[in-house]
């Protein structure tokens, strides 16, 4: 047995596989280790100083993501993004969240995210202005009564001349204030009989200037117990004005792709929030891994009974479940993304990621925590951290339980008598 002062420090790099998944290419793995290394060296220790404060994501880190051009990675190369997919998207937050979930988050409010309106003058210059992390945004879909059952949205958007006039409350606005625009899911009609109750839907773009909120908005801060680094909000439109021609998706497509391609506002929220859990997953996936080398750490430097606490099998297995867990998620998420990239209509698979990585965060974080004893519930280590954000990762973008809903209803048929 080696000596304590012998022992490392840190988690040793998992080595290749021998034959690697078809999925893997010497580019991504340029890029993983290249946000890696961004992330324990410029984003942990930002995370390790201003999260116990609930501090604000820094100007200067959000410059740093821009410049290694993070905040473009599925916009096109045309338009001045990397022009890669939902696998390199994920995997990048993945790293970002292993050091700071809310660095891997604000990656979500770009990657093309506004850009989407009918002019195609406008569309390419906001494109490139996302790419650059010079259109950052935030999205609000929830409200008080219509969280998990978004056709239940009912903040109002009337026709006046060239404007919408935008009356409602919406909730669980994650970076409004900071954000250069707030894409907005409206109600413009009731559903006619027999219709969807998700017809009427429509998506605005509320553009804005940082730090401020225009005429007509009001929001309060939510107080979380977690999820810091940028503020989330709870939002009151009274007669806000938004130009008639900010609808964004469903008159978005170009004439070469045609009336299939133009989307409906329910129907676009509901692709967005498909690529939205995967990227929950590999934040999840990101945060277990955070905590299970915070444990593999400390069960080093831990002594007792005159020997490190590393010794003790049953700390061993935990150590060994936790990592098995881990690497089951980061694989299906990784193939869920894959699946994407390739056109492949992914509603179940998202769901069943979503579900497994997020629950397997709140496991592994929680046996961190275990593992951690009496310093584990102090705010003296970042584990605390991890698990509290790992917690919220079964809740946003659809609950467990809506998961569980989604799943099974592309599996089971209802009975006439649902």
Same mark, same amino acid.
């Given at each position: 047995?080696?000596?304590?002062?012998?022992?490392?420090?840190?988690?040793?790099?998992?080595?290749?596989?021998?034959?690697?998944?078809?999925?893997?290419?010497?580019?991504?793995?340029?890029?993983?280790?290249?946000?890696?290394?961004? +992330?324990?060296?410029?984003?942990?220790?930002?995370?390790?100083?201003?999260?116990?404060?609930?501090?604000?994501?820094?100007?200067?880190?959000?410059?740093?993501?821009?410049?290694?051009?993070?905040?473009?990675?599925?916009?096109?190369?045309?338009?001045?993004?990397?022009?890669?997919?939902?696998?390199?998207?994920?995997?990048?937050?993945?790293?970002?969240?292993?050091?700071?979930?809310?660095?891997?988050?604000?990656?979500?409010?770009?990657?093309?995210?506004?850009?989407?309106?009918?002019?195609?003058?406008?569309?390419?210059?906001?494109?490139?202005?996302?790419?650059?992390?010079?259109?950052?945004?935030?999205?609000?879909?929830?409200?008080?009564?219509?969280?998990?059952?978004?056709?239940?949205?009912?903040?109002?958007? &009337?026709?006046?001349?060239?404007?919408? &006039?935008?009356?409602?409350?919406?909730?669980?606005?994650?970076?409004?204030?900071?954000?250069?625009?707030?894409?907005?899911?409206?109600?413009?009609?009731?559903?006619?009989?027999?219709?969807?109750?998700?017809?009427?839907?429509?998506?605005?773009?509320?553009?804005?200037?940082?730090?401020?909120?225009?005429?007509?908005?009001?929001?309060?801060?939510?107080?979380?117990?977690?999820?810091?680094?940028?503020?989330?909000?709870?939002?009151?439109?009274?007669?806000?004005?938004?130009?008639?021609?900010?609808?964004?998706?469903?008159?978005?497509?170009?004439?070469?792709?045609?009336?299939?391609?133009?989307?409906?506002?329910?129907?676009? +929220?509901?692709?967005?929030?498909?690529?939205?859990?995967?990227?929950?997953?590999?934040?999840? &996936?990101?945060? +277990?891994?955070?905590?299970?080398?915070?444990?593999?750490?400390?069960?080093?430097?831990? %002594?007792?009974?005159?020997?490190?606490?590393?010794?003790?099998?049953?700390?061993?297995? +935990?150590?060994?479940?936790?990592?098995?867990?881990? %690497?089951?998620?980061?694989?299906?998420?990784?193939?869920?993304?894959?699946?994407?990239?390739?056109? &492949?209509?992914?509603?179940?698979?998202?769901?069943?990621?979503?579900?497994?990585?997020?629950?397997?965060?709140?496991?592994?974080?929680?046996?961190?925590?275990?593992?951690?004893?009496?310093?584990?519930?102090?705010?003296?280590?970042?584990?605390?951290?991890?698990?509290?954000?790992?917690?919220?990762?079964?809740?946003?973008?659809?609950?467990?339980?809506?998961?569980?809903?989604?799943?099974?209803?592309?599996?089971?048929?209802?009975?006439?008598?649902?």
């Amino acid at each position: 047995m080696t000596s304590s002062q012998e022992r490392p420090t840190e988690l040793l790099e998992p080595q290749p596989p021998a034959v690697l998944p078809p999925w893997h290419t010497s580019e991504r793995e340029a890029l993983q280790q290249q946000a890696r290394r961004f +992330a324990t060296d410029e984003v942990l220790p930002v995370a390790n100083e201003l999260d116990p404060q609930k501090g604000l994501l820094p100007e200067s880190l959000l410059a740093r993501m821009a410049e290694l051009g993070y905040f473009g990675i599925t916009v096109p190369a045309e338009h001045g993004g990397m022009g890669l997919g939902v696998f390199e998207y994920c995997m990048v937050s993945e790293e970002l969240a292993r050091a700071w979930m809310s660095s891997a988050s604000i990656l979500a409010r770009s990657q093309g995210l506004g850009t989407a309106v009918a002019d195609a003058t406008r569309r390419e210059e906001l494109l490139r202005r996302s790419a650059k992390g010079e259109w950052i945004g935030a999205i609000a879909l929830s409200e008080p009564d219509a969280g998990s059952d978004l056709a239940g949205v009912s903040t109002r958007a &009337v026709l006046d001349g060239d404007e919408w &006039v935008v009356t409602g409350h919406k909730r669980w606005c994650g970076n409004a204030e900071a954000a250069d625009f707030i894409q907005v899911l409206v109600r413009e009609r009731d559903p006619e009989p027999g219709e969807s109750r998700s017809k009427g839907l429509v998506n605005l773009l509320l553009e804005k200037e940082r730090g401020s909120f225009p005429s007509g908005l009001t929001g309060t801060p939510i107080d979380k117990i977690g999820y810091h680094g940028f503020l989330t909000w709870d939002l009151v439109f009274d007669d806000v004005r938004i130009p008639r021609a900010n609808v964004v998706d469903e008159a978005a497509a170009s004439d070469e792709q045609g009336e299939a391609a133009k989307r409906a506002g329910f129907a676009a +929220a509901q692709e967005f929030l498909n690529t939205a859990r995967v990227h929950t997953a590999a934040r999840a &996936v990101g945060l +277990a891994r955070a905590a299970l080398e915070d444990s593999v750490v400390y069960l080093q430097e831990r %002594e007792q009974f005159g020997h490190p606490i590393g010794d003790f099998q049953a700390l061993r297995f +935990a150590v060994a479940e936790m990592a098995s867990q881990i %690497e089951q998620s980061r694989a299906f998420y990784r193939q869920v993304a894959h699946l994407i990239d390739l056109g &492949v209509r992914c509603e179940r698979e998202a769901s069943m990621v979503k579900l497994e990585a997020t629950e397997m965060a709140v496991r592994v974080t929680n046996q961190a925590m275990q593992l951690h004893g009496g310093n584990g519930y102090t705010t003296e280590r970042q584990v605390e951290r991890h698990w509290r954000d790992a917690r919220l990762t079964t809740i946003l973008e659809g609950t467990s339980e809506i998961q569980k809903r989604i799943i099974s209803d592309r599996m089971l048929p209802r009975s006439p008598l649902t």
